[in-house]
């Protein structure tokens, strides 16, 4: 393998659906905001008040509390009881995963929590297609990132558990079959229609996983494994964020603690060739994502000095460059509202 890189030194509520206008709109500071035709909303898990936020691309500067229209939707499942037996209260701490899909024509986001909590909701009505628990207490196995499978079922990254697990979500919204497979640092997953596997991206290595057995007691087998670029020989690279490239078919965003990279999937290639790499691609990515109708990437990296190191109150736009703002946030994980 050639690798092509370098290194640089509460309570649900709904608020409305979504859609994106034109134009200039001015933000609860006042800020007016040009901004192309069409820009995505964005969705966010916002862990400093333990929910996840749809934002108004629109305003540069989010501030719910003085201006609550800039909240398009937003979901925690504290004090739901669709989500009870689910003990929200302890499991749903550090929201950390919250990606839209369609599924058999209806809207879905797909949500973790550090704590032990992992969902799929539905769009707009919070409604539980299923909800599962991973661990508590000291067998905490941190869910990163979850994914829902063409059967219905759902897959969950655990990076703490070092293992992926697939559910027979399909069964019900409490249905809790699995099968397990290890994967050390386990923190991204995205299932590719085209190819019909499950990509998994942990510590060291990006996965692919063939999903055979039957949808009612499903299996998962490692088809091949590709090992991540590393900074410093002997170093774990780190990775974290696995998301596909919407504007290039064929390639998937992969961050690590050092860079930002796209994969090549047929080339088996880790690439930096991207627009925009040499602004896009720095240290600790949390999430990355492009809108392939327009060319703009969005990202988000912890900043410093806020309450949690991870956290972020920024949202970085690239291709142009700009950014968005959340005033009093902890944002872990931002991404473009493309429902697909």
């Given amino acids: 393998m050639s690798l092509d890189f370098h290194f640089r030194s509460r309570r649900g509520v709904l608020l409305g659906a979504a859609a994106a206008g034109a134009g200039i709109a001015f933000g609860a500071a006042g800020q007016a905001t040009a901004r192309p035709r069409g820009i995505p909303p964005v969705l966010v898990t916002e862990q400093a008040g333990r929910r996840l936020l749809l934002l108004d691309p629109r305003v540069s500067v989010w501030d719910p509390a003085a201006e609550p229209s800039v909240v398009r939707w937003a979901f925690s499942p504290l004090g739901d009881a669709r989500y009870r037996d689910l003990v929200p209260e302890t499991s749903w701490v550090y929201p950390d995963e919250a990606k839209v899909r369609r599924y058999r024509g209806r809207t879905f986001v797909l949500t973790t929590a550090s704590f032990g909590f992992a969902a799929v909701v539905e769009y707009p009505s919070g409604r539980r297609y299923w909800a599962g628990g991973l661990g508590a207490g000291d067998d905490l196995f941190n869910p990163h990132s979850a994914e829902i499978l063409p059967d219905g079922n759902v897959a969950v990254a655990c990076s703490t558990g070092a293992l992926v697990r697939l559910f027979a979500a399909s069964l019900g919204p409490h249905a809790g079959r699995y099968v397990d497979a290890e994967l050390k640092g386990a923190h991204g997953l995205h299932w590719d229609d085209a190819r019909e596997v499950l990509w998994a991206v942990g510590d060291d290595e990006l996965v692919a996983y063939e999903v055979a ?73 949390k999430a990355v994502g492009d809108d392939p109708r327009t060319g703009r990437v969005l990202s988000n990296a912890p900043e410093p000095g806020l309450e949690k190191t991870w956290w972020t109150t920024t949202v970085d736009l690239h291709r142009p460059t700009d950014s968005r703002k959340l005033v009093d946030g902890g944002i872990y994980k931002a991404r473009w509202w493309l429902p697909r």
């Fill in 213 to 285: 057995g039957r949808r009612v007691r499903p299996t998962l087998r490692q088809r091949f494994a590709v090992p991540l670029p590393v900074a410093t020989p002997g170093r774990t690279a780190g990775g974290h964020d696995l998301f596909p490239v919407l504007g290039r078919p064929g390639r998937l965003w992969v961050t690590t603690n050092a860079a930002v990279f796209q994969y090549d999937i047929a080339r088996r290639v880790f690439v930096r060739d991207f627009p925009g790499a040499e602004e896009i691609s720095r240290s600790s990515v």
